[in-house]
């Protein structure tokens, strides 16, 4: 997240624009979470401390002098109301409550970002630092996963780059021994499972240095570390944590630390919102139903829109006696190409919302297309679970992208995948997985619908606006070169990229509902130039890959 793209928005902001204001709180709250659930190990008070956090921000946005400082300026506000916090608490309760509360941030890494491995490791090693180191790692953490520079974090801590680099080394060493004390309790050694009868299981100084000095001394859990990986190799490009649903920022208004009264008069009841409901409700954009199809309005960096619940209109299936024919694909006239280049365009999607087929219609054959096999730049099968990853493909054959929504993480507006820098062309050839995502697939407490976008208990993950609904499995055909990337912002979403083939892609959407599935597949190739081609696809190679916006031709 860099500061100077929001260079218009702060100005906004200063200029006493409310929308912009709301969408500064919005927007940069995630960053803050992290930092003050890092640096606090996810105690208690890191509501309390993101909460002044904000609220110092936005009462002292007027003396930002440069919009484009405004993240290292946002960061140290952060820092100072942690060390704030810690010198208010005394060191005993701190020693009391610090132990079990560093685990449960370690704890909600581990889960939200679906850490595995070393990965995972690292994050439960946090739990063993003490304060200073913790708060440190915070701002490390972040910068090497792309989110702060070396400049912003020494301007955080209040010393010189040089003197940061000598802490952070500091910091990584403590990190490394915190790394071998995970493995070491997970092995079977019988003296350090001796040792760890007298142990209570809090993470402190004084344990940490025993396990220590056991694995120093010990050849089973201090033998060879070949295949360990550097942390910050494990962290780069590794996403934020989620602000978890239920998280609350309490602001006056029969919130905890009773500020009503140092609310300014020109906030706009949607900020005292954002600061004061679950933040996985906060958006930076509208949303609305109409006709069964979600309307959403958001920028590419903005936080999820809070969905709304599926109407009957949105979530029933057609009825079995009136199946529905399967869409055409035709181009959307606001986007025909110029007759100077139609020779060199081919392809078309459908920039509206299709209605589901009926379950029981069998598809189509789906046609031959040559397939000398397809290589991928992550081998056999590419899991991109965040942001900024991607796979390149290349051949000519069959590809199956197969989607994973996270509502449970988090729902809200969903910025979809793009395929950049084609080379040759792609097609959406079919849809299969036995259903398409917004399928009912249960009924909650409530009577409201489940389905693979969410439900009435977790949210609803919606989509852009004019957006192909997307089934469980989608299937491509690619004849050249093309990189898909994940482009999560907003609602948490997977995607798991397989090279495959005609008859795998047939077996998949030839499944019915007899078979125990929701709906047979859908063939979307007609064989031709003229074939459905993927809504987000460019030839170009964007910077940011999320900003290739939806197209009717290639």
Known sequence: MDGRQWRGTITAAQSGDRQALDELVAGWLPLVYNIVGRALGGHADVDDVVQETMLRAVDGLGSLRDPDSFRSWLVAIAM??????????????????????????????VLRLQLEGQRRE????????????????????????????????????????????????????????????????????TELRQLTVRWDGRTDSVWRKRFARHIRGCGRCGGPSEGLVPAERLLVGLALVPVPAGFTLSLALGGKTAVAAAVPVAWSAKVIGVLSKPAVAVTAGATLAAGGAYVVVEQPDAPPPQAAAPTAASTARPPLRAPSP????????????????????????????????????????????????????????????????????????????????????????????????????????????????????GEAAD????????????????????????????????????????????????????????????????????????????????????????????????????????????
């Open 326 to 441: 399967t869409p055409t694909p035709t181009p959307t006239p606001s986007r025909s190409p110029s007759p100077t280049k139609k020779a060199e365009l081919y392809g078309t999607v459908v920039d509206t919302v299709d209605r589901a087929p009926d379950p029981n219609a069998r598809p189509g054959a789906l046609p031959h297309r040559p397939e000398s096999g397809i290589t991928s730049s992550w081998g056999a099968k590419a899991v991109m679970q965040h942001r900024g990853e991607s796979v390149t493909l290349s051949g000519q054959g069959y590809v199956l992208v197969r989607w994973q929504i996270a509502p449970h993480d988090r729902p809200g507006g969903l910025t979809m995948p793009t395929w950049t820098g084609l080379k040759g062309k792609i097609f959406h050839v079919a849809s299969g997985g036995g259903r398409r995502m917004d399928d009912v697939t």
């Open 447 to 554: 009577g409201g619908a489940v389905t693979g976008m969410g439900g009435p208990d977790t949210g609803y993950t919606v989509l852009p606006d004019g957006t192909q609904q997307m089934w469980q499995n989608e299937y491509f055909y690619i004849d050249g070169t093309v990189t898909l990337n994940q482009n999560e912002r907003g609602a948490s979403y997977g995607l798991t990229v397989f090279p495959s083939s005609r008859d795998e892609a047939t077996e998949d959407i030839m499944t019915g509902p007899d078979q125990g599935v929701i709906r047979y597949g859908l063939v979307r190739d007609n064989g031709k130039d003229t074939a459905p081609v993927p809504q987000y696809v460019s030839r170009a190679t964007p910077a940011d890959p999320a900003t290739v916006p939806q197209r009717s031709r290639v």
């Open 80 to 109: 100072r109301q942690v060390r704030e916090r810690a010198r208010r608490r005394s060191g005993t309760q701190e020693l009391t409550e610090g132990a079990e509360s560093a685990a449960d941030f370690a704890e909600l890494t």
């Open 122 to 189: 690292v994050a439960e090693a946090v739990r063993w630092l003490d304060d200073e180191d913790r708060q440190l790692l915070s701002l490390w953490w972040l910068e090497v996963a792309g989110e702060l520079t070396r400049r912003e974090l020494a301007a955080a801590v209040g010393i010189s780059r040089q003197h940061a680099a000598v802490r952070v080394q500091r910091m990584k060493g403590r990190l490394e021994t915190a790394r071998g004390i995970v493995r070491a309790l997970e092995s079977s050694c």
